[in-house]
T-cell receptor, first 113, second 113 residues
Framework: GQQVMQIPQYQHVQEGEDFTTYCNSS?????IQWYKQRPGGHPVFLIQ?????EVKKQKRLTFQFGEAKKNSSLHITATQTTDVGTYFC?????????????FGSGTQLTVLP | EAQVTQNPRYLITVTGKKLTVTCSQN?????MSWYRQDPGLGLRQIYY???????DKGDVPEGYKVSRKEKRNFPLILESPSPNQTSLYFC????????????FGSGTRLTVV
């Protein structure tokens, strides 16, 4: 079945430093989504990328979708303590009428003040 | 308020005692899904449903059942729970896969002893 790998599993940064998490799929994706889960909370949708090579920004967050639509990254510039949480990518494939969203294992971000 | 409601939030049960975790959404979403979250494994899909009376297996369906008799409800049934089903469970819904992200419920922490 489809696999979505995400690295690193953990990342500790000093407040103000940048952070990047990477996502790689074993199969070509129709789109990729990113979610954030705060400690003790539930995943919250951040963004969706659909087009090959697409880049989207949300304030300090930059999301990229690879040209081959098999990889993606999330980059946070100048991290803040409010960025703490686990970031998940989730790949969507389309197979006939059936669609499944497969999540990566997540990157747990700790921001040290 | 648009939301996905799961109940109960916490549940401790004994091996073999049938249980149901309820999930309800008030957004008229066609697509609903159940995930389990375990440390280091991310979110793994158990079952998903494209619409009423349409359900399909995800990546880890063994030991679980679902039903979708109404659009708003998608209960998760464990006929004979075992300790390896101890986990954090999330229900999620989406208007249609590929258009927008998932809205997640607050989660159900299940312990099977």
């Amino acid at each position: 079945g489809q696999q979505v790998m995400q690295i690193p599993q953990y990342q500790h940064v000093q407040e103000g430093e940048d952070f990047t998490t990477y996502c790689n799929s074993s199969t070509t994706l129709s789109n990729i989504q990113w979610y954030k889960q705060r400690p003790g909370g539930h995943p919250v949708f951040l963004i969706q990328l659909v087009k090959s090579g697409e880049v989207k920004k949300q304030k300090r967050l930059t999301f990229q979708f690879g040209e081959a639509k098999k990889n993606s990254s999330l980059h946070i510039t100048a991290t803040q303590t409010t960025d703490v949480g686990t970031y998940f990518c989730a790949g969507l494939t389309a197979a006939g009428s059936a669609r499944q969203l497969t999540f990566g294992s997540g990157t747990q971000l700790t921001v040290l003040p | 308020e648009a939301q996905v409601t799961q109940n109960p939030r916490y549940l401790i049960t004994v091996t073999g005692k049938k249980l149901t975790v309820t999930c309800s959404q008030n957004m008229n979403h066609e697509y609903m899904s159940w995930y389990r979250q375990d440390p280091g494994l991310g979110l793994r899909q158990i079952y998903y449903s494209m619409n009423v009376e349409v359900t399909d297996k995800g990546d880890v369906p063994e030991g679980y059942k679902v039903s979708r008799k109404e659009k708003r409800n998608f209960p998760l049934i464990l006929e004979s729970p075992s300790p390896n089903q101890t986990s954090l469970y999330f229900c999620a819904s989406s208007p249609r896969t590929g258009i927008s992200g998932y809205t997640f419920g607050s989660g159900t922490r299940l312990t099977v002893v």
